[in-house]
T-cell receptor, first 111, second 115 residues
Framework: GDSVTQMEGPVTLSEEAFLTINCTYT??????LFWYVQYPGEGLQLLLK?????DKGSNKGFEATYRKETTSFHLEKGSVQVSDSAVYFC??????????FGTGTRLQVFP | DAGITQSPRHKVTETGTPVTLRCHQT?????MYWYRQDPGHGLRLIHY???????DKGEVSDGYSVSRSKTEDFLLTLESATSSQTSVYFC??????????????FGPGTRLTVL
């Protein structure tokens, strides 16, 4: 069935380091892809999205490119801050009725 | 912020008691969803609604029922709570746009503990 696989966390980085969180998907059609972020004690916030192959979503310095050939949507940021510490969820949607989430990756950034 | 509130935000209850969680939205969205979040599972869909009195099951619907008598309110009921239903529950709405641009936005969550 359709699914999303994320790298296991936690990912631990120093401030200003480069971030990559891997996300790959399995889908029978052509999904839309999303990254959501959950800060401690809060709900999920949409970070960025892409709806077709080669689209790049970007927001707050984060980027992810929809790679159909590798079925991936890796999240990147050039220089992380302590305030980026959160749990990041990759998700896909095929028919817009339902979102399928990965298990989440916790990012910890230290000064 | 998509105008979504959830109540209560925290609840502790005992096994076998009924529990109702409320999701309220202020922007007249047609689609509403209930998810649960558990470690190692991400978020999983419990039920969703595509209009007043129109609902359907999600991936983990056993033990849960929902009702939607008004556009703005979507209720999730645990008829007889069990410890396996201890979780964080999130409500979401779908903001509809052009084809394939629909996006779900989430409420702040309800932390439920069943003792």
């Amino acid at each position: 069935g359709d699914s999303v696989t994320q790298m296991e966390g936690p990912v631990t980085l120093s401030e200003e380091a480069f971030l990559t969180i891997n996300c790959t998907y399995t889908a029978t059609g052509y999904p839309s892809l999303f990254w959501y972020v959950q800060y401690p004690g809060e709900g999920l916030q949409l970070l960025l999205k892409a709806t077709k192959a080669d689209d790049k979503g970007s927001n707050k310095g984060f980027e992810a490119t929809y790679r159909k050939e590798t079925t991936s949507f890796h999240l990147e940021k050039g220089s992380v801050q302590v305030s980026d510490s959160a749990v990041y969820f990759c998700a896909l949607s095929l028919n817009t009725d339902k979102l399928i989430f990965g298990t989440g990756t916790r990012l910890q950034v230290f000064p | 912020d998509a105008g979504i509130t959830q109540s209560p935000r925290h609840k502790v209850t005992e096994t076998g008691t009924p529990v109702t969680l409320r999701c309220h939205q202020t922007e007249n969205h047609r689609y509403m969803y209930w998810y649960r979040q558990d470690p190692g599972h991400g978020l999983r869909l419990i039920h969703y609604s595509y209009g007043v009195k129109d609902t359907d099951k999600g991936e983990v619907s056993d033990g849960y029922s929902v009702s939607r008598s008004k556009t703005e309110d979507f209720l999730l009921t645990l008829e007889s709570a069990t410890s396996s239903q201890t979780s964080v529950y999130f409500c979401a709405i779908r903001q509809q746009g052009a084809v394939k641009t629909d996006t779900q936005y989430f409420g702040p969550g309800t932390r439920l503990t069943v003792l």
